[in-house]
């Protein structure tokens, strides 16, 4: 879902349509260009004429849009495309395109800017903002940009970079409003007054000292509800949610869903007021946090664009195509050493991928299982045994059920009696290693600080895949084939 300027909430039909509409524009403009050129009478003049008339309609079509649908709309464009649509963005609002578009199609973007005009681009946006496309950002543009910069937004700007892009520093903002505890309601409201505007997602005044020391928090709710003669000491919450500028920023979104916030301070170890993080923020991290594991459980890194060249895509997959082959060739390899018992018993050859395919999805099931849990932080070294064992015995209970109905099924088939007891019995055997593998693949990658997610599915599928068949031609070489 979307919010237009006006405030209406679209549904994704509407930008279905709107990005129908931008296509449509497009190719109208390409074919007039094609006829253009045919025509060799045709000056460049009218040429001219006629290209500024379809840049026009695309500004306009894009001015009535929000920033977000924008980029939703320009990174569903091939990339010709999607130049000549970025061209004609106007100038003030292609800054919060680029913060609104995936990393992919950033770069793709502002590879094709000048440094003036990414510089120009830039000043319009806040320091926190900044720090958000600065990795796309060339260093020679990146100076021009500090230059820019008063000292002020400077030393913010160095303050969100010094973290890493997993710890809370590095998506707070300074949008927040500090006031003193022994001012009365009526001289905040005055201040506030003076302002002229709230910073957005201001639900709630941070109380400090002179030290910058976080006292409290103010709630609106209660600036506006209390007698203007309280004093602010009198009306403050003491007891309030901060976090530390080092704090895991998975762990904060934990916590923003737990304990519904919009807006929260952010402090260093002595409580000093660094800046202040906003479920905007919060919402941008986990949405690019799940999009990150979606494609690395595939073995798809995240900076390939839909739309980027063939050689980039192909490079960005080789890596986990490469151990695909690898595993590919263990399987092939295990099968061909009981070529001669397939061939003996040919019904072999037709329930060996049942076994693999039930493997594959039962550890799939527990690896994902346990990723959403290690994300969630539920998974802890107090209760992580208690977990292993619940889940083996899961797959012991679902091992022997499946078991029985797939000896069964095959009995029914080729009526025979130890095919379907060897057939149970691979079923069990493989449905509890892939339990295995699912379990042990995620919980060893985090032990080690790696990102559980990472290629967890192709790995557990190869696995699976060969000692399926593994398990299954073993038994049927020591019980079927005589």
């Known amino acids: 879902m979307t919010q237009s300027p006006s405030g209406n909430i679209h549904s994704e039909q509407f930008l279905q349509h709107q990005l129908q509409e931008v296509i449509t524009l497009l190719e109208k403009q390409e074919l007039e260009k094609s006829l253009v050129h045919r025509d060799i009478s045709t000056t460049d003049l009218i040429e001219t004429v006629l290209h500024k008339q379809q840049q026009t309609r695309l500004q306009e079509k894009f001015a009535q849009l929000h920033p977000a649908d924008i980029a939703a709309i320009l990174e569903s464009l091939p990339l010709d495309q999607r130049q000549i649509a970025w061209d004609a963005i106007k100038k003030d609002h292609e800054g919060q395109v680029l913060l609104e578009v995936s990393d992919a199609v950033r770069q793709t ?3 094709g800017m000048a440094a003036e005009e990414l510089a120009s681009v830039a000043s ?15 260093k020679r543009t990146m100076l021009k940009i500090l230059r820019s910069l008063n000292s002020k937004e400077r030393s913010d700007l160095n303050a ?5 892009e997993n710890q809370v520093g590095s998506l707070m903002d300074f949008g927040m409003i500090t006031i ?4 009365n309601l009526k001289a905040v409201i005055a201040y506030i007054r003076k302002l002229g505007k709230l910073p957005s997602h201001t639900d709630k005044l941070f109380v400090v000292n002179q030290y910058d020391v976080v006292l409290g928090i103010l709630p609106l709710q209660r600036l506006l509800t209390h007698r203007p003669t309280l004093q602010v000491a009198d009306v403050m919450v003491t007891d309030f949610v901060r976090f530390e500028v080092t704090q895991e920023a998975a762990e904060v979104a934990r916590a923003f869903e737990r304990y519904d916030l919009i ?4 402090v260093d ?14 919402l941008h991290f986990v949405r690019e946090k799940s999009d990150e594991e979606l494609l690395s459980q595939a073995g798809v890194g995240e900076e390939e664009d839909l739309f980027s060249s063939v050689w980039k895509s192909a490079r960005n997959r080789w890596g986990w195509l490469l151990i695909n082959i690898v595993t590919a060739f263990v399987s092939t390899r295990i099968i061909g050493l009981f070529e001669n018992i397939i061939l003996q018993l040919v019904a ?12 594959g999805n039962t550890g799939n099931q527990t690896s994902m299982l346990i990723i959403r849990s290690l994300a969630l932080g539920q998974i802890t070294p107090a209760n992580v045994s208690r977990m292993i064992k619940k889940e083996l015995t899961l797959a012991i209970i679902n091992g022997t059920f499946i078991g029985l109905i797939i000896g069964a099924l095959s009995l029914l088939l080729y009526q025979d009696l130890a095919l379907s007891g060897v057939m149970a019995t691979a079923m069990f055997i493989n449905m509890l290693v892939a339990v295995v593998v699912g379990l042990a693949i995620p919980l060893v990658r985090h032990k080690f600080g790696r990102d559980p997610a990472v290629g967890t599915s192709v790995i557990l599928t190869a696995i699976t895949d060969s000692m399926g068949f593994f398990i299954f031609l073993g038994l049927a070489s020591l019980f ?3």
Request: glycine share 4%.
């Open 109 to 111: 973007l502002i590879s």
């Open 160 to 164: 969100i970079l010094a973290y890493s």
């Open 180 to 183: 003193r505890d022994d001012l």
């Open 124 to 138: 319009q946006l806040n320091t926190d903002e900044i720090a958000d496309i600065v990795a796309d950002i060339p």
């Open 480 to 482: 079927l084939i005589h």
């Open 263 to 266: 807006s929260a301070p952010v």
């Open 269 to 282: 170890s002595a409580g000093k007021l660094q800046g202040r993080l906003c479920i905007d923020n919060i």
């Open 348 to 359: 072999l050859a037709s329930l060996m991928p049942i076994i693999a395919a039930m493997g």
